[in-house]
Structure formats: C-alpha cells, structure tokens
C-alpha cells in the first residue's frame, strides 16, 4: 500500500469531541488522554476503578503494558515476566528450534531463570513512558508555498530534530506519530530493552490448536499465549544479552483475577493496534477493494503455496519459514474476509452516503468552502495518482521475496546512506538503526535456505515479470540475466554469517567493487530505488498536505452534527472496551465461550488439531481444578467479546472492571474484520480472546509451570508445580 495509505492520518487527544463519552463502547480505540472524558460511559458499562487511572502512563494498569513491535504484551510478575500470544513468540520459538530439539512442535519451559534462551535476535520490549504534543515543533517551516517533496523533507527533518534530542536519553527509543493526516502530531517515548528471553510457550497443539482452519473463525479452542521476560544489566540500564544481566524491574505488573469473567461483563483491552482504515475517502476505498485487495490476496495465496512446496519434506526447512508462512496465511485469509465483508455491509454504499453529508456540509457554507474546498479536489486528485502506484507497488516489491537479496540490498543503502551525516540520513538508515539491522542480518542464518529462496525468488519473477516493461527495473534485469540464477545462489558468500556481517560497515565502493552476484544486484538497482523513492516522497507531501486539511474540515463536520470522531489506529497505545457477548446468526447461535469439551471434540491427533497427550488425558479425566467456569461447569477456553481491535492489538491484556488480567486477545471472526474500514457492527464484528483460566489450568495442570504461576501470584492447584524449581 503507497504511502499516504500506510501512514494514515490519526485522531490526536486533543481532538476529542465533547460528545464522546456518548459514543459506543464496542466502537473506537481510545488513546490514554481522552479515558477522562469517557469515564461516565465506560462506568456505566461496568468499569470499577477510576476512569482518569486509564489516563496516566505511569500508573496501575497502563504502566504494565508494554509493545513488541508488532504485538502488543504486559507485565505480570515484578520480575519482568510478560505475557502475549503464542504467535507473538513464534518467531523466538522457531529460532531456537531444530528439527532434534522441536520447540515449535512440543513447546518450550525453562525450570529455572538460567534455562530462559535468548529470543530471536530482533525481538525487543518497549515500555511506553512519555505521549506529548509536538504539532507545533513537526510544524515549523511548512508552509503551503512548498512542492511535495520539499514538504517532506521539512517534516522530516523536523521529526529527526525532535527524536534526536528524546534520545539523548539512555536506551530511550522515540518517535513522532501523526494524526488527521498532519493535523496534529504526538512524540512517544519508550524504554527500549534489548535483552529478551523466551521464557514458556505451549506446545503447538494448544498454541495453535485448530490452525489455518480455525483461524478468523469462532467457535475457537485455541491457547494463543507464551511467555517473554525482560532483562536489563545490573545497574538496571538496557544492553543487549549478557550472561549477568537481571532481570528488569517494572513499575507494575497485573494483577491475575481470581475469577474469570462471565457473560454480559465488561472488558477492557489495552495495546498497541497498528492500523487502521475508517477515515479514507470513498475513492480510496473503491480503489482498495475493487483492486488492491483482489492482487494482493492473490499474490500471497500464491506465495503460501510456494512457501509450503519449497520447503515439504524437509522438516528443517518447515521450521526455519513457519513464522514467514503463518503470517502470510493468516493475512491472506484476513483479506477474504475484507472483500466479502464489504459487500455484505454495503460499505461502498455506507462510505458515499457519509461522504457526501460532509462534503455537502463543505459547500453549503461560503467560508467552509474556502477553507476546506480546495484540500477536497486535491485529494480526489492524490487518490488516483497513488492508487495507480501502489498497485505497480505490489508486483513491484515482490523481489524481496528472496530474502538475501532483500538482506543486500539494506546492506547497499546502509553503506550510501553513511557516505552522509547522520542527520541527513533516510529512516532507518541512522545509526540509531544500525542494531536493528544487525539483528536482521543475523536472522537469517536461522531462517534462510538458498534452495527455498531461489524457489521462492523464481516464482516473484515470473510475477514480476507481469509488469508492463516501463515499470520493471531494466538495470536490474540485465544484471540478473548476466549473471543467472545458478552463479547468483551458487557463487555468492553472503550466506555465511560472518561474511554477512563482515559488509555492514564497508564503504559503498567496495559494493561497487564486489563480484558477489547478489551484491551486484543490490547495486543494479539501488539508482531505480532512489528515482523511485523520490517521487513517493513528493506523493506523500502533496497528500499530506490536502489530507491534514481535509481532515480538519471532517474533524468540524462531526463536530458539527454532534457525533464523535476516535482516532484511527496508528500503533500507539490505545483502549477499547466492551461486553462478553455471543452472537445471533442466521441459523446459528454463537454462545459467549468455548469450552475443553470441544476441544476434545475437534481433536483428531493429526494435522492441526492434535493436542497434547496430557491435555487430552486431563480433560478425559474432567481434571480442572479451581479453573473451572461455574456458570458453563466446566474449563473454559476462549471468549468472544464487542471490544474493536485490530492487527498489533494481538497479545494486548484483557482487563476487567478492576483492572485485573482476564485474558488475552489474539483474533477476531472473519465476519468483523472488514471493521478495519468501517465502525464495528453489533451483528458481525467479536474480538476473540484466551480465557485467562484455561491458559493457568495449562501452565498448571499440562506443563508443570508452578515456578511461573507463584512468580505470578498465583497458587498451584496442582503440587507437582507448586514447590518445585522456583528460583529463590
């Protein structure tokens, strides 16, 4: 998706409407300043402790949550033990996994804080500390006299600004995240702790129990949890892993309900959800739906299937690219469930009707005109500039589907990118990133096999090679077709880690230089890049720039008619609540829970639904200790609940009305996830979570994790774990 698409514009604090704490609690993701305002609303939902706690970052239960950088997590011990999904953790799971020691198939438990293994080498915790206004700061010197790309550049420099002095703080990580398409912008600060170790994750017929098959889908039985644990050197400052680091100490931690929650209950989750999509205009939408979506889902069935015939039959192979396949199939499926969803709820419908009403409001009034008219038609006309674009885009980027050459080609610019200062450098690209692509480099050596990649890079190009010619790179095809594929995999060292690492820092003449065919490669294109790199940046400002406008005029519009405006998700942290509902469908009903009877039912032993052995003998047996539900009578698993969620939202703690952990979000129904682009709707859209009870009864009664659930103070039911290997 271009640009303006990924990097949607967002709903500040600030902008909250004074009608909000009317709006729906099954609606909205809620930053941490606007709880306030929604106390009265979120009270009468069931919400017990003090509405204007959920508002400070340093305080009981928000100073608990933590990011993953693309999964949201908590704390739940004073040891620095955090909590997320099972598929959060995929990826430290299948680094540390080989087909003789197969964590991902059998799980993973450390008996001691010795035993905890480093996670995968990119795996970080943020804990959010600082959210302040810089609207004014990212706004000096732009003005409407500047072209696109000039545009950019300001901001941009005006954001290096502003993340180089919050990062004169130690092991601090900031950025600038911005909201209504400019109209404001908000910097955030994080401890950023580089020490992460795996700590604890099922076996993969609980953490994935129902697999593909089950997944967007309810009734789920699935365990999606695992455990991280934070470490920091002694002095209590972040580095990265050390024999002698401790582990960190968090401001707080959650506290485990003792009872879980019921149907009708309130429930709140917290996190980090990455994006969302409800404030584009009607042509964007069309775009997206009648075009973008269709290729992409296409292209990345296609490279599931590629993934999966690659590596069969080679057990290895299947554990070194299973994170690589599951998201592509997780995401494949969500986009199934977008195109089907706009149709049945007649968003392109809904979308012009809402539309129109604003734009109507717009030209009924001479001064709004004015204001906002202008920014209106510029943005119609950046719509059809970019769609056009992104969709050359996704072909286009196919060619990182060969991991070394995607690996090199960040080598290549990393080494141009320091003939400059650091100041002028391109995101990512500073020195503040050079550990972040360190770790990217060192992954591969766990999750790279030239046979499959070569596989994989064949199929992108005969892809790729759809392109009409005047939108394929030609440098980049002469090259390949000089050098072939056979010497390209064959010939070069850059699979060799030492090798690898050996480039990070060489000057870019020496690439010039190089005979490596996949570093001449890198080269052939880097010019192509650069052209088109240039041009998305002129894009992105001219967008900016009607789109902060027009988002303003929205902003007065709903203010106007006296319907609240949330923000869209952007990846900051945000709040959503809701009730422990089921759902009515045509011919259906869907209760609230899921229980360990029908994951006994689903069980097969083979494939996706194979269980442990343990956990089938213990649910045979009707052995749930105190974790059974009392209105079911039984164990539950999951629960669906009206809370709006989103990708990033996964691992985010599930809270009570006390505030107390109750869960674990991991999913929602494929029916709702089209709520990306539009409100939630009662009769479609549940989020799914893991009941915090069956992941406890797993722990205890499963994996003899009794070391665990006393750090988490939690008694054992089960002796065999309550005293045994716990760390004094």
């Not at 045509?586 to 994951?599: K, M, R, S, V």
């Not at 164990?635 to 869960?663: K, M």
Request: one cysteine or more; glycine letters at 8%.
């Amino acid at each position: 998706m271009n640009s303006s698409m990924k990097y949607l514009a967002q709903a500040s604090a600030a902008a909250l409407l004074s009608t909000a704490a009317a709006a729906s609690a099954n609606e909205g993701m809620w930053m941490p300043g606007q709880t306030a305002e929604l106390g009265a609303a979120m009270r009468a939902d069931g919400l017990q402790i003090d509405p204007a706690q959920l508002s400070r970052l340093d305080a009981y239960p928000l100073s608990a949550i933590v990011s993953l950088d693309g999964c949201s997590a908590s704390f739940v011990s004073p040891q620095g033990l955090v909590a997320t999904n099972h598929h959060c953790v995929l990826g430290s799971i299948q680094y540390n996994s080989t087909e003789s020691q197969d964590y991902l198939t059998n799980g993973f438990l450390a008996k001691s804080l010795d035993e905890e293994l480093p996670a995968a080498p990119d795996s970080r915790i943020y804990v959010i500390e600082d959210m302040r206004d810089v609207t004014a700061d990212m706004l000096k010197g732009v003005s409407d006299k500047l072209n696109g790309f000039a545009r950019y550049e300001r901001l941009e420099a005006n954001r290096k600004a502003l993340i180089a002095v919050c990062e004169e703080q130690p092991n601090r990580r900031c950025g600038v995240r911005f909201y209504y398409g400019g109209a404001s912008y908000y910097l955030e600060q994080k401890l950023e702790i580089e020490d992460v170790r795996l700590v604890y994750a099922p076996a993969l017929g609980i953490g994935n129990f129902g697999g593909e098959t089950d997944n967007w889908m309810w009734p789920r039985h699935t365990g999606d949890f695992g455990f991280y644990r934070a470490y920091v050197a002694p002095d209590g400052s972040s580095r990265p892993y050390a024999r002698d680091n401790v582990p960190y100490r968090p401001k707080s931690w959650l506290r485990i309900a003792s009872e879980g929650v019921q149907e009708g209950d309130f429930v709140m989750v917290a996190g980090f959800p990455g994006a969302t999509y409800r404030f584009l205009t009607a042509g964007e939408m069309e775009f997206n739906f009648a075009h973008y979506e269709p290729l992409q889902q296409h292209l990345l069935s296609n490279y599931a299937s590629q993934i999966t015939q690659a590596t069969a039959g080679n057990r290895d192979a299947q554990i070194g690219y299973a994170p690589l396949l599951q998201g592509v199939e997780n995401y494949e499926k969500k986009l199934a469930g977008d195109l089907a969803g706009v149709d049945a709820i007649g968003l392109s419908a809904r979308k012009a009707t809402e539309e129109k009403a604003y734009r109507d409001w717009v030209a009924d009034d001479p001064a709004r005109q004015a204001r906002y008219g202008a920014a209106i038609r510029e943005l119609d006309a950046m719509v059809a500039e970019n769609s056009q674009v992104s969709f050359e885009g996704l072909r286009q980027g196919l060619l990182d589907s060969a991991q070394m050459l995607s690996s090199t080609r960040t080598l290549y610019r990393w080494a141009k990118e320091h003939e400059k200062p650091d100041d002028d450098r391109e995101r990512g690209f500073q020195d503040r990133d050079r550990n972040a692509i360190a770790d990217r480099l060192k992954q591969l050596e766990r999750r790279y096999l030239s046979d499959v990649d070569r596989k994989l890079f064949e199929a992108a190009l005969e892809e790729y090679r759809r392109l009409d010619a005047k939108d394929r790179d030609t440098a980049f095809e002469t090259a390949l077709e000089q050098i072939g594929l056979d010497r390209l995999y064959g010939d070069t060292k850059l699979d060799d880690t030492a090798t690898r690492f050996g480039w990070l820092d060489k000057p870019a003449a020496a690439f010039e230089a190089s005979d490596d065919p996949f570093i001449r490669l890198a080269v052939a294109l880097y010019p192509g890049d650069i052209a088109a790199e240039r041009a998305e940046k002129d894009r992105v400002g001219r967008t900016q720039a009607a789109r902060a406008t027009y988002m303003r005029g929205l902003l007065a519009y709903r203010q106007a008619v006296g319907r609240p405006m949330y923000p869209d998700a952007n990846g900051s942290l945000r709040l959503t609540w809701g009730k422990v509902t089921g759902q009515t469908r045509d011919g259906q009903i869907w209760t609230p829970f899921t229980t360990a009877e029908g994951l006994l039912a689903k069980h097969t032993g083979k494939g996706e639904f194979d269980a442990p052995v343990a956990a089938i003998a213990a649910i045979r047996a009707k052995d749930y200790g105190p974790y059974v539900a009392p209105a079911q009578g039984t164990l539950p698993v999951d629960f669906i609940s009206t809370v709006d969620i989103t990708n990033g939202n996964s691992g985010s703690a599930t809270l009570n009305g006390r505030g107390e952990f109750v869960g674990l979000a991991f999913d929602g129904v494929l029916e709702g996830v089209i709520s990306d682009w539009a409100a939630p709707i009662a009769d479609r859209t549940r989020s799914i979570h893991v009941d915090s009870r069956f992941i406890l009864w797993t722990m205890d009664k499963i994996d003899d994790a009794g070391r665990l659930l006393k750090e988490m103070g939690v008694r054992p039911a089960s002796r065999s774990g309550a005293d045994r290997n716990v760390d004094k």
